[in-house]
């Protein structure tokens, strides 16, 4: 590595250990995503700092260093705190629905008053907090929430009653 330059340097470093550094980030923080964000944040900070870092000598204990104030900084910030409380769910994936579903759905969304669409279109088609609906509605969570429990209220009659409408169940 003599002759090499700053760039080639780093990305030798960058290519034998980046491997490693992924191990280390994911046994940091338990999430393969969390950890590809930790490695990156850390390789940028290396980029900065790797003269300064490689005339020192140690860089793996200067990366490993990077990588835990990283994890700490980042589970300090608020979106990391937001908890989906679903553990123990198993997720579903979207199912894509049929254009009778899909019309009946609109044709529901669209008969809500339009304080009630507007929360449940940012709730759960653009997948706002209660808070940042709020914010972006400028009434208060609460307004957010009762909204939001009467909208989801309306639209299960409408879909339940167009639903058995549609099966013959009326009867």
């Known amino acids: 590595m003599a002759g090499a330059t700053r760039d080639e340097e780093y990305s030798e470093y960058v290519a ?52 835990v104030n990283s994890g700490i900084d980042e589970s300090r910030r608020p979106w990391r705190r937001e908890d989906a409380g679903l553990e123990g769910i198993e997720m579903l994936t979207p199912e894509v629905l049929d254009v009778e579903d899909r019309r009946a759905l609109m044709e529901a969304l669209a008969s809500l008053p339009a304080g009630q669409r507007q929360v449940v279109v940012l709730r759960y088609f653009v997948g706002l907090s209660v808070e940042e609906t709020a914010a972006d509605l400028h009434c208060r969570p609460g307004t957010v929430k009762s909204q939001c429990s009467r909208a989801l209220a309306r639209l299960n009659d409408l879909l339940t009653a167009q639903f058995r409408a549609v099966e013959g169940l009326d009867r």
Do not use: F, M, S
């Open 16 to 67: 034998q250990r980046r491997t490693q550094l992924r191990r280390i980030a994911y046994l940091l923080c338990g999430d393969v995503h969390k950890a590809e964000d930790l490695v990156q944040t850390a390789l940028l900070k290396l980029y900065v700092a790797w003269p300064r870092v490689q005339r020192a000598g140690n860089v793996d204990a200067y990366v490993r260093r990077i990588l």
